[in-house]
């Protein structure tokens, strides 16, 4: 990128000056369900969604997928984010014929907490010899106007699910498109590493053997061994892929070129396939849906639908 001239510098700190007035917390997500005992992770199944309430037993069986995982990495480009908790949940339609169809909840299937992204806005454009420049950046160096949060989000329904892959080693369990928020108040709110044209899609698949095991509760979460519901738990493995591709960075600033080329430069987006790679430690994957579905043939998404809520606490 070529050098920034002395008035454009200028102006970019001192936009970050007064934007900092107005730095404010994101808006506030609803919360989510308490649900009693064995479906007590499954707070985000789609169960009301049209595709799922269709389910009839037979030809489609309708299921709730969440897989959570506590930390990890992501690499975009040269720069590496540790990240936090995540949540990833979507119902499952499998279908008689081996396929099926993932309905993704309507908040988007994957919720993550914010990353930090390391050095920071500052990272932009400091050290520099202008000595107004030099001076805000001992001035706002570790301040909450240089930290820039990624957080990563849906931006479509995951699919190709492979129930299979699930519980084997080196093969994607499913396909999830994403985009990247850049939060500060520099960049504005509509800073994304990705789009819904075009998302980075992440192909998730164990690089071990997770711990497998079953259990049955009652239709309102109560275990029970003789339960209507039945409930497989996967724990224990370290997820990645390794082969995903991340496009530039798109609506960053109130010079919107002058900042996109800056975020671009410094995480060395875009990137292609290879260069790029996210990890999951110890993730718990959790897949539910009714024992004997055949027997309430064409109710089947309907009680899993009243099941799911007997068990709203």
């Not at 789609?46 to 969440?66: E, F, I, K």
């Not at 169809?101 to 914010?114: C, E, F, H, K, R």
């Not at 995480?267 to 110890?282: F, K, Q, R």
Request: hydrophobic share 40%.
């Amino acid at each position: 990128m070529p050098p920034l001239s002395t008035r454009t510098r200028l102006a970019v700190v001192s936009a970050l000056t007064a934007l900092g007035a107005l730095a404010c917390p994101g808006a506030a997500t609803a919360a989510e369900p308490a649900l009693n005992g064995g479906w007590a992770p499954f707070t985000r199944c789609p169960v009301d969604a049209p595709a799922m309430l269709a389910a009839d037993g037979v030809d489609r069986t309708p299921q709730c997928v969440v897989s959570t995982s506590a930390r990890g990495s992501v690499k975009l480009g040269r720069t590496t984010v540790v990240t936090g908790r995540t949540n990833l949940q979507f119902g499952v339609v499998q279908n008689a014929d081996g396929t099926s169809s993932v309905v993704a909840p309507p908040s988007g299937a994957l919720v993550a907490d914010p990353a930090t992204v390391p050095g920071g806005l500052l990272g932009l454009m400091c050290p520099s010899d202008i000595p107004v420049i030099t001076g805000i950046c001992r001035t706002l160096e570790n301040s909450g106007l240089n930290r820039i949060t990624a957080t990563m989000e849906s931006v479509g329904a995951p699919y190709a699910f492979d129930q299979t892959a699930g519980v084997l080693t080196d093969l994607p369990i499913v396909a999830l498109p994403v985009r990247i928020h850049l939060e500060n108040p520099l960049l504005g709110d509509k800073c994304y590493i990705g789009s819904a044209a075009d998302p980075i899609v992440l192909r998730p698949r164990n690089l071990n053997y997770p711990e497998a095991g079953v259990g049955f509760f009652q239709g309102d979460g109560t275990p029970d061994e003789a339960g209507e519901m039945s409930r497989i738990d996967l724990t224990g493995a370290t997820q990645n892929d390794g082969a995903f591709a991340v496009p530039g960075a798109t609506g960053c600033g109130l010079d919107v070129g002058l900042i996109n080329a800056a975020v671009n430069a410094k995480t060395g987006l875009p990137s292609a396939s290879g260069n790029n790679s996210l990890t999951l430690v110890d993730t718990r994957t959790h897949l539910t849906g009714l024992n004997a579905p055949g027997t309430v043939v064409p109710d089947a998404g309907r009680i899993l639908a009243e099941n799911w809520h007997s068990a709203v606490r």
